[in-house]
Nanobody, 127 residues
């Protein structure tokens, strides 16, 4: 079973930066895609970004393109989400999720095809 633990959330000012981490265990890193999803109060959970098992392919939601960067360090079995130019509308609980399915990262994010979830980390963008 793939275990995922998020960290790095907190309070950030508008325009600020933050890096979230997703530490994985239970499977070799080359066997699963990882995605970041977020859920704001009163809203549905939405995809933010997904990265392929090897780290070479990425997908981003239009709302975060150019401001967020997803990356992974397979030697450390960790996936990161770097947030730049944070906006109040980025406030949400951020979850990382993994899938062992043989699908594209776009399909993973768009169809929310996931098998495992972390517990989430809160990001609040406010002055």
């Amino acid at each position: 079973q793939l275990q995922l633990v998020e960290s790095g959330g907190g309070l950030v000012q508008p325009g600020g930066s933050l890096r979230l981490s997703c530490a994985a265990s239970g499977y070799p890193p080359g066997h699963y895609h990882i995605g970041w999803f977020r859920q704001a109060p009163g809203k549905e959970r939405e995809p933010v970004a997904c990265i392929s098992s090897g780290g070479s392919l990425e997908w981003y939601a239009d709302s975060v393109k150019g401001r967020f960067t997803i990356s992974r360090d397979n030697a450390e079995n960790t996936v990161y989400l770097q947030i730049y130019n944070a906006k109040p509308e980025d406030t949400a609980v951020y979850y990382c999720a993994g899938t062992l399915s043989v699908i594209t990262v776009q399909a993973m994010c768009v169809t929310r095809k996931t098998d495992y979830w972390g517990q989430g980390t809160q990001v609040t963008v406010s002055s």
